[in-house]
């Protein structure tokens, strides 16, 4: 399966549900399923825990998980800077590479994990590797930690997408957390 599409599919996962969100989610985790076995059984255990579950409970789940705990937002620069000088110098990088990538923006910031699955899909594979241990991978490993011992559902997401990000970049368990966005995003 093309590397694109993976990652692609998991930034789906880290928008706000729609009514596909749950097909959406199984699909995914078909997909990984040869790539990232346990990554495809973190996403299916996740399944079974919405099961039963409107559209609206899975979003106010995920409002609650992402959107009314910072800790757990998706904006990585608050987790690498919090609101320091550095996180502004995140969102104009990041803004930079989406239009390098001819990445189109959305509501979100330009530091959402969406914005940067999308950006580690496109650039070229050393550049993602540093990207990914510099950035992407510190902040998932905030929220985490964050997560840890809560019994969130939504948890399953992160860890996830932590797991395929380590497979395809092995060599990000040597690297440091960014001290500068301008390190990673030349």
């Given at each position: 399966m093309d590397e694109r599409v993976i990652f692609e599919m998991l930034a789906d996962l880290l928008r706000y549900p729609g009514e596909d969100y749950l097909p959406h989610l199984s699909d995914c985790a078909?997909?990984?399923?040869p790539v990232d076995p346990e990554a495809a059984r973190l996403l299916d255990e996740l399944m079974a825990r919405l099961e039963g579950r409107t559209v609206e409970q899975v979003q106010e789940l995920?409002?609650?998980?992402?959107?009314?705990?910072?800790?757990c937002s998706l904006e990585m620069g608050w987790h690498l800077f919090?609101?320091?000088y550095e996180r502004g110098a995140?969102?104009?990088?990041?803004?930079?590479?989406?239009?390098?990538?001819?990445?189109?923006?959305?509501?979100?910031?330009?530091?959402?994990?969406?914005?940067?699955l999308a950006l580690?899909?496109?650039?070229?594979?050393?550049?993602?590797?540093?990207?990914?241990?510099?950035?992407?991978?510190?902040?998932?490993d905030k929220m985490l930690a964050a997560l840890e011992g809560k019994e969130d559902?939504?948890?399953?997401?992160?860890?996830?997408?932590?797991?395929?990000?380590?497979?395809?970049?092995?060599?990000?368990?040597?690297?440091?957390?960014?001290?500068?966005?301008?390190?990673?995003?030349p």
């Open positions: 078909r997909v990984l399923a995920f409002i609650q998980s992402f959107d009314l705990s910072p800790v919090g609101e320091n995140l969102l104009v990088r990041m803004r930079q590479e989406l239009r390098r990538y001819g990445l189109p923006e959305s509501d979100e910031l330009p530091d959402h994990l969406t914005h940067a580690l899909s496109r650039m070229e594979p050393e550049r993602a590797e540093e990207f990914a241990g510099a950035c992407v991978l510190p902040a998932l559902p939504m948890e399953s997401i992160p860890q996830a997408i932590a797991r395929v990000l380590r497979a395809r970049y092995p060599l990000c368990a040597d690297m440091e957390p960014a001290p500068s966005p301008l390190r990673v995003l």
